[in-house]
């Protein structure tokens, strides 16, 4: 089992739609968890962390159910510029993050 | 945050060649990383490199054909010895910074690399 597994994707969304993505982890601990986006040709840059208690940031919400080992990422009203692929990201203290194959978002008009 | 320079961006080399990869870093940092990125993948870590210790590598990486130095806190080098084509990739230095909750990883640019 991958230690880190996201849905295939990908996903084509017309704009102002609402997509979510899933993510699973297998390591029970693991602690700190993430979502990144890479955009086309260019480096993952960090999108959010997540919290136990869910968090929001904007039209961005992640969510982490830590008994079902489970992650989640929630966009609203999506924009052109959300096109991206999404790496799920999880580590243990002090250790290296974790590659999920990442999520690949088209927002169209 | 961080600003992580690397060099050169990308290179297409020889089989048989060899290629030093620099990543700088504008802040001093204890932890930096080496990733691979290989086409339609996700980043596999390749090892980590702290300042006056030896790099430590993950399964399937050895020091013999990734050696790497981690002179001071800002800078470190890999370098991909005796290319094959299996090793084209892109080559990610990273970094880790201590947040206000958490710590936050950065990433370089990345050096996109091309073997015939």
């Known amino acids: 089992r991958k230690e880190v597994e996201q849905d295939p994707g990908p996903f084509n969304v017309p704009e102002g739609a609402t997509v979510a993505f899933n993510c699973t982890y297998s390591?029970?601990?693991?602690?700190?968890f993430f979502w990144y986006r890479q955009d086309c040709r260019k480096e993952p840059k960090l999108l959010m962390s997540?919290?136990?208690s869910g968090n929001e940031d904007g039209r961005f919400t992640a969510q982490l159910n830590r008994a079902s080992q489970y992650i989640s990422l929630l966009i609203r009203d999506s924009k052109l510029s959300d096109s991206a692929t999404y790496l799920c990201?999880?580590?243990?203290?002090?250790?290296?993050?974790?590659f999920g194959k990442g999520t690949t978002l088209s927002v169209s008009s | 945050s961080a600003v992580i320079s690397q060099k050169p961006s990308r290179d297409i080399c020889q089989r048989g060649t060899s290629l030093t990869i620099q990543c700088q870093v504008d802040?001093?940092?204890?932890?930096m990383f080496w990733y691979r990125q290989q086409p339609g993948q996700s980043l596999t870590l390749i090892a980590t490199?702290?300042?006056?210790?030896?790099?430590?590598?993950e399964s399937g990486f050895v020091i013999d054909k990734f050696p790497i130095s981690r002179p001071n806190l800002t800078f470190s080098t890999l370098t991909v010895s005796n290319m094959s084509p299996e090793d084209s990739s892109i080559y990610l230095c990273?970094?880790?910074?201590?947040?206000?909750?958490?710590?936050?990883?950065?990433f370089g640019p990345g050096t996109r690399l091309l073997v015939l």
């Open positions: 990273s970094v880790r910074l201590a947040g206000r909750f958490q710590e936050t990883q950065y």
């Open positions: 390591n029970s601990a693991s602690q700190s």
């Open positions: 997540v919290y136990s």
């Open positions: 990201v999880v580590n243990q203290a002090g250790t290296a993050l974790i």
């Open positions: 802040s001093q940092v204890t932890m």
């Open positions: 490199a702290n300042q006056g210790s030896e790099a430590t590598y």
